[in-house]
C-alpha cells in the first residue's frame, strides 16, 4: 500500500476483529460465516458506520485470496441504470463460485436510491439466482426498502459509532501516521 492511499481505505478494518463497535451484528454475521452458509442480509444505517466493510470483510474471511473472483461490489444508484446493473449481476452470477464456498456475494450499496419498481426487479434477481449467489444489501434506511427484499433478507441494524471508538480509531492513525494527537482530539469536539 503507496502512502498516498487515501485514508479509509489504508485503515479499513481487514477482519471482524478490527470492526469497532456493532458487535452484535459482527458476532451473528462471524457465525454465518464460520458456517460457510448465510441468508441474503441487509445493511442499514448512516454513512460511516462500517456496512462496505463489514460487506468486504465477509468476502475476505470466506473466500480469503478467491474472494476478488468471487464477490461483485455494485452500486445500485449508478449512473448508467438497473438495467446495466441488472445484466452485471446475471453475468457475474451464472459462473459457479471457486473454492469450497456453494455461493458467490453480490455487493448492492444505496438500494435505498432505487426507484419501487427496480427494488421489484431486483427481487426477481435475488429469488432467481439465489442458488449460486448471497445478496448483501446496503442502505440508509430500511423503510424505503420494500417489504418483499426485507422479507428475503436478515436486517442489521448499524449503530452511530460510539465518541469512544471513534477517539481509539483516530488515535491508532494519528500515532501510525506520527500526527500531532492533541490536534486530532481537538478537531474530533467540533
Ligand atoms: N465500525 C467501524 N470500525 C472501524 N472503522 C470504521 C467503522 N466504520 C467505519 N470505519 C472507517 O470508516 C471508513 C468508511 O466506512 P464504511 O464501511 O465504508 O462506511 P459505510 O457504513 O458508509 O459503508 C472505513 O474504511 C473505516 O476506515
Ligand atoms: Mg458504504
Known sequence: MTDSTIWTEKYRPQTFEDIKGQKKIVERIKAFVDQRNMPHILLAGPAGVGKS???LVIAKE??????????????????RGIDVVRNTIKEF????????VPFKIIFLDEC???????????????????TSTRFVLSCNYSSKIID???????????KP????DIEDYVMKIATTENLNVILAMVMLEK
Open 53 to 55: 466493510t463489514i460487506a
Open 93 to 100: 452470477a451464472k459462473t459457479r463460485a471457486l473454492g469450497n
Open 161 to 164: 459509532l460510539t465518541k469512544e
Open 112 to 130: 435505498d436510491s432505487l426507484t419501487k419498481e427496480a427494488q421489484q426487479a431486483l427481487r426477481r434477481t435475488m429469488e432467481n439466482f439465489v
Open 62 to 79: 470466506l473466500f480469503k485470496e478467491t474472494w476478488k473472483n468471487n464477490f461483485l461490489e455494485l452500486n445500485a444508484s449508478d449512473d
Open 148 to 158: 418483499p427484499i426485507q422479507s428475503r433478507c436478515t436486517v442489521f441494524r448499524f
